[in-house]
């Protein structure tokens, strides 16, 4: 995928990046976005992500939150020095409220959860401000989710250790094992 030239009015149309080791996924959505007026190039690792960013300073990213188990949050601010008035979207199918947070700090726009519309990646992208949406009383996180969510970030700072996670949060580690072998709760 290369960037073109529209050729119904000679103008070239805004460049995305699609940063995704999901080949089948990105190629995909690169037909979808094209359908909606941008060229695309894609990136299936960090390193060919970050060439062709550096390369054609594209004006937009969707960027996958893991990328052969690494992670994209790691991507944001080496994409923004490439690029610096890139619009960045990061796509997830492991939503958390501590991985939102943290790609919005680093710089990312907006945060989506796959499976999502190529419509409302375009609205994410050409958003003028993010606003909170209000939580709806029957929307609100459960005990166990929030609960969740805390056991999570704690093991991030923690760098994944279990032992020293369990000590963090004044828990037995084989209850903390327990917690951590169960899927996520809906929120």
């Given at each position: 995928?290369?960037?073109v030239?529209?050729?119904?009015?000679?103008?070239?149309?805004?460049?995305?990046?699609?940063?995704?080791?999901?080949?089948?996924?990105?190629?995909?959505?690169?037909?979808?976005?094209?359908?909606?007026?941008?060229?695309?190039i894609?990136?299936?690792?960090?390193?060919?992500?970050?060439?062709?960013?550096?390369?054609?300073?594209?004006?937009?990213?969707?960027?996958?939150?893991?990328?052969?188990?690494?992670?994209?949050l790691?991507?944001?601010e080496?994409?923004?020095?490439?690029?610096?008035?890139?619009?960045?979207?990061?796509?997830?199918?492991?939503?958390?409220?501590?991985?939102?947070?943290?790609?919005?700090?680093?710089?990312?726009?907006?945060?989506?959860?796959?499976?999502?519309?190529?419509?409302?990646?375009?609205?994410?992208?050409?958003?003028?401000?993010?606003?909170?949406?209000?939580?709806?009383?029957?929307?609100?996180?459960?005990?166990?989710?929030?609960?969740?969510?805390?056991?999570?970030?704690?093991?991030?700072?923690?760098?994944?250790?279990?032992?020293?996670?369990?000590r963090?949060?004044?828990?037995?580690?084989?209850?903390?094992?327990?917690?951590?072998?169960?899927?996520?709760?809906a929120?």
């Open positions: 995928m290369n960037p030239t529209d050729a119904a009015d000679g103008n070239e149309s805004p460049l995305l990046l699609i940063v995704d080791d999901d080949q089948a996924y990105c190629s995909a959505l690169a037909k979808a976005m094209g359908r909606r007026g941008f060229q695309t894609a990136g299936h690792d960090p390193e060919s992500a970050l060439a062709l960013a550096a390369r054609h300073e594209p004006e937009y990213v969707v960027l996958d939150l893991n990328l052969e188990g690494k992670s994209g790691n991507l944001i080496p994409l923004l020095e490439c690029s610096p008035g890139a619009r960045i979207v990061v796509l997830t199918g492991y939503a958390s409220i501590p991985t939102a947070v943290g790609a919005i700090k680093l710089g990312a726009l907006e945060y989506l959860i796959k499976p999502v519309e190529a419509g409302d990646i375009v609205k994410a992208l050409t958003a003028d401000h993010w606003e909170i949406p209000p939580i709806a009383t029957d929307e609100r996180m459960t005990v166990q989710r929030v609960e969740w969510e805390y056991i999570q970030r704690i093991l991030r700072e923690n760098g994944g250790n279990i032992t020293a996670t369990a963090s949060l004044k828990m037995h580690r084989r209850t903390l094992q327990r917690k951590l072998a169960k899927h996520a709760p929120a």
